[in-house]
């Protein structure tokens, strides 16, 4: 790595001033994006600030039918916590499905979704339920919160502190796992309301989306079959040596309807 | 081969307790000259315009992890080597040379109703997704 | 140059490191406990896992400024007072181990997995192994050696 100033912040506020104040640094939690993207030297922070051990960034609970959890909440304290898995299994699953152990007990949902890899697996799940962004600024809606390839709708110096997820009637996550890396090839959730059904696509395009269509056709009819007629647009998705931009459009769909079959037999 | 319970190996105590001497673990004086390196990985991809390695880490060259075999049976089917009076064989890693031939046997065999009867490794989904696809409009 | 403080398998231990100095170089190279291994340096292969505050983590992966005030454990301190730790000695028994070099962070990881789970089924011990990658004996052992851990703990 480059050499750069390490500073454990002692609050959220210093880190935020200090953020602000110095552009070229960059903040660190569990590093698991991060310090293998130093490692290879392919950033070179000014300084990292540490907010990792934050108070103010941890926490799991559900208030007002929400369910809050802390940014710097560790992937598997989602997947064991009881009140995870009481409230929102689905999460608690997809949590489990990240990484690898060694991985899960330092990556945080916070970074996670600050850093928005599209083949990550919390995004669609902030996506699928329509959950809050709570920045050190303001709140952010996830229909306005990523923006395509590594992008969000994050200002230098903004930082994540909690995520605020919308309890649901039912939700499941699907993934179909590279088989290298571990990411998802496609990771498809899908989650209802009273009014609504929302499905979210990681993995296979530039960035998480809705799939729109399959949104209209389940609310219809709440069934895999509903889905098979459609099809998203080869042409908007990734192609890379490990697979083609059609394969990972089928796979779209077969993993979407699985993710339904998971949700109507949860 | 052997049951879960053979004769531990005087090794072992030293490698288990993390007192192994690895050339990692020792930095004598004049002791790396110039060391070379032969692709160490198989399919390993480079991009033809640039040359840069496409497969530089296992994040995009797969491993096989615990899980991927989940048991090995043993099966005894002796076939002495014509070559030598013994009818014997290599051992060791010479082994593994009939696992990829095996794989492609099987994988073709499954593909076989499908009309496909050529298809080279690697078999990734992708692959098989599009030779299945081509067949079945082809 | 910071200065941390950190307990290694028991022992106290005050240094100077740079930001950027790895968990793992401080622990080869200053503390001279080579048991962790660098295998892979692109956090996949597991060889690095040591115990940080009771929890399994890949030591390449986490500057040593991170283990400021941290309890660290590596394979060096899971045997005690001579005698081997029940995963250490279940690798012996099952012959689950060829070359060595992946095994000090395989047992750290089987280690840990058992702490969180104590009689994992097979399925829950591939999960839990997905972080540690061996090349020579393809797990079938391991996998053994985990299980008769898990009944020698009870």
Known sequence: MFEFNYLQAKSLSEAATFVAAHPDA?????????LPTLKQRLAQPSHLVDIGGLPELRGIEVKDGKLALGAATRHHEVAASAVVRQ???ALAYLAEQIGDPQVRNRGTIGGSVANNDPAADYPAA??????????????IAADDFFQGLFS???KDGEIVVRLLFPLPQRAAYVKFPHPASGYAMTGVFVATTKTSIRVAVTGA???VFRWSAAESALAKKLDPSALDGLAVNAADMNEDFHATREYRANLVKVMAKRAVQKLLAS | MSDAHAANRREDLRLITGRGRYTADWSLPGQLHASFLRSDRAHALYDPGSGQLLTGSFSDYFMPRAGLIPDIRLNDHPVPSKTNVLGAKGVGESGCTASLPTLANATLDALWPLGIQHLDMPFTPSKLWHAMQAAKTG | MTKIELTVNGKQYSREVEGRTLLVDLIRDQLGLTGTHVGC???QCGCCTVHVNGRAIKSCTMLAVQANGAEVVTIEGMAQNG???PVQQAFTDCHALQCGFCTPGMIMAVAALLKDNPHPS???IYHGLEGNLCRCTGYINIVKAVKQAAQTAR
């Open chain 3, 41 to 43: 340096d692109t956090s």
């Open chain 3, 83 to 85: 005698k081997l730790h």
């Open chain 3, 122 to 124: 097979d399925e829950e």
């Open chain 1, 87 to 89: 409230a929102l299994p």
């Open chain 1, 152 to 154: 969000t709708a994050l």
């Open chain 1, 26 to 34: 960059k903040l660190l939690a569990g590093g698991m994006t991060l």
């Open chain 1, 205 to 207: 395009g530039p960035g």
């Open chain 1, 126 to 139: 902030v996506l699928a339920l329509g959950a809050t962004i709570v920045t050190t600024r303001r709140e």
